[in-house]
T-cell receptor, first 114, second 113 residues
Framework: DSGVTQTPKHLITATGQRVTLRCSPR?????VYWYQQSLDQGLQFLIQ???????AKGNILERFSAQQFPDLHSELNLSSLELGDSALYFC?????????????FGPGTRLLVL | AQSVTQPDIHITVSEGASLELRCNYS??????LFWYVQSPGQGLQLLLK??????LVQGIKGFEAEFKRSQSSFNLRKPSVHWSDAAEYFC???????????FGTGTRLQVFP
């Protein structure tokens, strides 16, 4: 158990819908990362937050957005969902979000878009 | 182009045999290097990492990795594989000019009794 929690574990929805994935980082970690794991793209970094502020952006679609709240939990919002958005979405956390810090991964949310 | 390559998609070994998983990177400056393991239904767990110094790095679960600058490689090894090591293994880098992890495509390890 990494100490990072993600809800829900599974999500099934339809094309065009919007969903919210939630992540609670390890106690004391200020930085949260979101990753997408899909069969065709592999594991890709989406976005990073540090203490409520966006720090880095990766291959995140405009239909996707995220935020980190004052209590440091984070949400990833996916809208206008397409079949290709079906994937495993991971959240990770680290203490300061600095280069080389160990990132601790949650168990992921498996999203299926029908 | 900058990339992380894991040339072996799938490897099968017998329990007790030795293991080597290959990883090559293509970056101008040596990045930070990592190996993660993903068991079915689980998140990723860090096995070991290399920043600088001794090129042979010890990790958890009996794994080690060796950094070879001349070959731009960071191969993961284990002298004797256990059935519980069956999982997917990812090599990852943090390039010098960023703090985000870039993952390879992964190697799925199957262990036969």
């Amino acid at each position: 158990d990494s100490g990072v929690t993600q809800t829900p574990k599974h999500l099934i929805t339809a094309t065009g819908q919007r969903v919210t994935l939630r992540c609670s980082p390890r106690s004391g970690d200020l930085s949260v990362y979101w990753y997408q794991q899909s069969l065709d793209q592999g594991l890709q970094f989406l976005i990073q937050y540090y203490n409520g502020e966006e720090r880095a952006k990766g291959n995140i679609l405009e239909r996707f957005s995220a935020q980190q709240f004052p209590d440091l939990h984070s949400e990833l919002n996916l809208s206008s969902l397409e079949l290709g958005d079906s994937a495993l979405y991971f959240c990770a956390s680290s203490v300061r979000g600095e280069r080389g810090e160990t990132q601790y991964f949650g168990p992921g949310t498996r999203l299926l878009v029908l | 182009a900058q990339s992380v390559t894991q040339p072996d998609i799938h490897i099968t070994v017998s329990e007790g045999a030795s293991l080597e998983l290959r990883c090559n990177y293509s970056y101008g400056a040596t990045p930070y290097l990592f190996w993660y393991v993903q068991s079915p239904g689980q998140g990723l767990q860090l096995l070991l990492k290399y920043f600088s110094g001794d090129t042979l790095v010890q990790g958890i679960k009996g794994f080690e990795a060796e950094f070879k600058r001349s070959q731009s490689s960071f191969n993961l090894r284990k002298p004797s594989v256990h059935w519980s090591d069956a999982a997917e293994y990812f090599c990852a880098v943090v390039p010098y000019n960023t703090d985000k992890l870039i993952f390879g495509t992964g190697t799925r390890l199957q262990v036969f009794p």
